[in-house]
């Protein structure tokens, strides 16, 4: 069943909204923020020194940007996002970095995507698109890929059964209480999830397999919070 489409607009609002407290939250609100973060980056498989082309899409305030770039510091990245504010506080967490970082602010679903990249990265954005925008995008993004090139996608995915997708968000939010958040923050991180529109998982690694991407595979999973990825073949067809 797909599921129903939201206007950018409110996705863009509640994130402009939030982007102040943004960071400062991250790590309570994702309890498992090392292995998450950490798998998208483990799964680029370039060498240190090389220097690759990289564009993360939905980027937000630089979370994963800034992880890459620890990794691999050689590397040419560029944040797009279509909330100002949310990229204002990337720029700020980049601000007397070097040129390789640049900024886009533009909807990663209509706006050209450039290219050709040795990879494509996202973290906590996809799953506000409609499953069809979903979809079009991987196609995009696939696109996009320089020949080898890797998608990666570190976001939340819905449990197929329902019960299992009730019990994955109780342990989420057990998780996160057990952080000692405060209780109004958690409600207001719980607000922002009205504007998710959650895909199942192996629905979404069929996409990437359907579009002629190789070594489609979930890297990690913690209750909804999942690291998934596809390469573009060296050779297509």
Same mark, same amino acid.
């Given at each position: 069943?797909?599921?129903?489409?939201?206007?950018?607009?409110?996705?863009?609002?509640? !994130?402009?909204?939030? #982007?102040?407290?943004?960071?400062?939250?991250?790590?309570?609100?994702?309890?498992?923020?090392?292995?998450?973060?950490? @798998?998208?980056?483990?799964?680029?498989?370039?060498?240190?020194?090389?220097?690759?082309?990289?564009? +993360?899409?939905?980027?937000?305030?630089?979370?994963?940007?800034?992880? =890459?770039?620890?990794?691999?510091?050689?590397?040419?990245?560029?944040? %797009?996002?279509?909330?100002?504010?949310?990229? *204002?506080?990337?720029?700020? /967490? !980049?601000?007397? /970095?070097?040129?390789? =970082?640049?900024?886009?602010? $533009? +909807?990663?679903?209509?706006?050209?995507?450039?290219?050709?990249?040795?990879?494509?990265?996202?973290?906590?954005?996809?799953?506000?698109?409609?499953?069809?925008?979903?979809?079009?995008?991987? *196609?995009?993004?696939?696109?996009? %890929?320089?020949?080898?090139?890797?998608?990666?996608?570190?976001?939340?995915?819905?449990?197929?059964?329902?019960?299992?997708?009730?019990?994955?968000?109780?342990?989420?939010?057990?998780?996160?209480?057990?952080? $000692?958040?405060?209780?109004?923050?958690?409600? #207001?991180?719980?607000?922002?999830?009205?504007?998710?529109?959650?895909?199942?998982?192996? &629905?979404? %690694?069929?996409?990437?397999? @359907?579009?002629? &991407?190789?070594? =489609?595979?979930? #890297?990690?999973?913690?209750?909804?919070?999942?690291?998934?990825?596809?390469? /573009?073949? =060296?050779?297509?067809?």
């Amino acid at each position: 069943m797909m599921r129903a489409r939201r206007r950018p607009m409110d996705v863009k609002q509640v !994130f402009d909204g939030a #982007a102040a407290r943004y960071d400062a939250l991250r790590r309570q609100l994702i309890p498992c923020f090392d292995g998450f973060y950490g @798998a998208a980056v483990d799964l680029l498989p370039f060498d240190d020194g090389r220097p690759v082309r990289i564009l +993360d899409v939905g980027a937000g305030t630089g979370l994963l940007a800034e992880q =890459v770039l620890a990794r691999f510091p050689a590397a040419e990245v560029t944040l %797009l996002d279509f909330s100002a504010e949310m990229l *204002g506080r990337a720029r700020a /967490r !980049f601000a007397g /970095r070097p040129a390789r =970082v640049t900024f886009r602010t $533009g +909807d990663y679903l209509r706006d050209p995507l450039g290219g050709p990249w040795d990879a494509i990265v996202s973290a906590l954005s996809i799953h506000h698109l409609a499953d069809g925008d979903k979809r079009a995008l991987y *196609g995009r993004a696939a696109a996009a %890929l320089a020949p080898g090139g890797i998608l990666v996608n570190a976001d939340n995915v819905l449990a197929e059964d329902p019960a299992v997708a009730a019990r994955d968000r109780a342990l989420w939010i057990r998780a996160i209480r057990a952080t $000692g958040l405060a209780e109004a923050d958690l409600e #207001a991180a719980l607000e922002r999830t009205r504007v998710d529109v959650l895909a199942p998982l192996a &629905l979404q %690694l069929g996409w990437l397999r @359907a579009l002629g &991407l190789a070594e =489609v595979d979930c #890297a990690y999973k913690w209750h909804h919070f999942a690291v998934f990825s596809g390469r /573009r073949p =060296v050779t297509d067809g």
